[in-house]
């Protein structure tokens, strides 16, 4: 008989880890599914991120492409300087 009640306990035992984590998410479950809205500042947050991710790249493109105008206009400017020379 002891035995019997032994195994059944070593079966159920549960780690006071687990405990905590069974009761924390329980609360969370019980205070209304805070899951949706938890997900939702994370997708705001997201795209947020991703704005100004955005938007420095582009100002990077914008810069580069300043750049390469301001090549390509120096480069204009030498070649008609040697078609007037020619």
């Given at each position: 008989m002891i035995s019997r009640q032994a195994a059944t306990l070593s079966k159920r035992t549960i780690t006071p880890l687990s405990r905590r984590m069974f009761n924390t998410t329980r609360t969370v479950t019980q205070e209304g599914g805070n899951t949706q809205k938890l997900t939702e500042k994370e997708r705001a947050a997201e795209?947020?991120?991703?704005?100004?991710?955005?938007?420095?790249?582009?100002?990077?493109?914008?810069?580069?492409?300043?750049?390469?105008?301001k090549a390509t206009n120096k480069i204009k400017k030498d070649l008609e300087a040697l078609e007037k020379g020619q």
């Open positions: 795209k947020q991120w991703v704005r100004q991710h955005d938007e420095e790249k582009l100002k990077a493109l914008r810069k580069a492409l300043e750049e390469q105008e």
